[in-house]
């Protein structure tokens, strides 16, 4: 079992910039596949981006060429950089991290976009 936590969220203004990072308690070398969703008020949870072991990349087409998705094994890490933030951002974003058989979450972190 791992512990997920996620950091750096908070209040920006349309236009700005905020990164997430994602601290796992062990090792992350073993986990396919991280990511991070989000959630927003009365709506489903929903991908954001996803990066593998072998370093390929995936975003939600909302946030292609905003958001870049990095993952550092030496650190245990997996940050969202996100720029460019819009309105329709606000969220609680979270971490997750797919191993064989199991898919761990964070507890979420608030990013809100409003001026």
């Known amino acids: 079992q791992v512990q997920l936590v996620e950091s750096g969220g908070g209040l920006v203004q349309p236009g700005g910039s905020l990164t997430l990072s994602c601290t796992a308690s062990r090792s992350i070398f073993s986990f396919y596949v991280m990511g991070w969703y989000r959630e927003a008020p009365g709506k489903e949870r929903e991908f954001v981006a996803a990066?593998?072991?072998?370093?390929?990349?995936k975003y939600a087409d909302s946030v292609k060429g905003r958001f870049t998705i990095s993952r550092a094994n030496d650190d245990n890490t997996c940050n969202l950089q996100m720029n460019n933030l819009k309105p329709e951002d606000t969220a609680v974003y979270y971490c997750?991290?797919?191993?064989?058989?199991?898919?761990?979450w964070g507890q979420g972190t608030q990013v809100t976009v409003s001026s």
């Open positions: 997750n991290a797919l191993s064989p058989g199991r898919i761990d």
């Open positions: 990066v593998a072991s072998d370093g390929s990349k």
